[in-house]
């Protein structure tokens, strides 16, 4: 699963760039707008770097 972390990151990151609200999209309702991130701790990791990212104004690094 440690290959598909940087995948999930960039995803979670374009899914938070669908948050129209800045501080919102920093501090998402995790149990209302993204529920299957709970349950699953590889998803719970790459959610929660996406979050810093943009709460940092950064970008996920692509190579």
Known sequence: M???KPKLIHYYYQQLALI???Y????PNITKDF???ISDPHK?????????L??????PWAG
């Open 44 to 52: 719970f990791a790459a959610f929660d770097i996406a979050v810093e």
């Open 54 to 59: 943009h709460r940092d104004g950064s970008r």
């Open 20 to 22: 129209k609200d800045p």
């Open 2 to 4: 440690n290959n598909q």
């Open 35 to 37: 529920p299957t991130v």
């Open 24 to 27: 919102l999209r920093a501090n």
